[in-house]
């Protein structure tokens, strides 16, 4: 069974920040992107950032400037950085990836979602 598991999440004031942490663990062959996604109470749930396993990476653009997103791909660990946090920025924080699996002969694709964290910004 594979597994995404975010933390770093909580309470910040505006203008400050938080690096997210999302890590796999499981049995599988590989990962390739992974992303962040966010959902605020009452919304859709929208992409924040991506990143390829080559590291190329693309933001929304309310994220473009103040986060960060990188990996590690030794640790299968996504990180997101982010500053100058905003109240709009408040909403659980996902994390998403493809993951290549291998058995009964056969490779396939998996999509995996984590728990998500919640990050409040508020004063």
């Known amino acids: 069974q594979v597994q995404l598991v975010e933390s770093g999440g909580g309470l910040v004031q505006p203008g400050g920040s938080l690096r997210l942490s999302c890590a796999a663990s499981?049995?599988?062959?590989?990962?390739?992107?992974m992303g962040w996604y966010r959902q605020a109470p009452g919304q859709q749930r929208e992409l924040v950032a991506s990143?390829?396993?080559?590291?190329?990476?693309s933001y929304a653009d309310s994220a473009k400037g103040r986060f960060t997103i990188s990996r590690d791909n030794a640790k299968n660990t996504v990180y997101l950085q982010m500053n100058s946090l905003k109240p709009e920025d408040t909403a659980v924080y996902y994390c998403?990836?493809?993951?290549?699996?291998?058995?009964?002969?056969?490779?396939?694709?998996?999509?995996?979602w984590g728990q998500g964290t919640l990050v409040t910004v508020s004063s």
């Open positions: 499981g049995s599988f062959v590989s990962i390739n992107a």
């Open positions: 998403n990836a493809p993951v290549l699996l291998y058995g009964s002969g056969r490779y396939r694709s998996l999509e995996v």
């Open positions: 990143i390829s396993s080559g590291g190329s990476t």
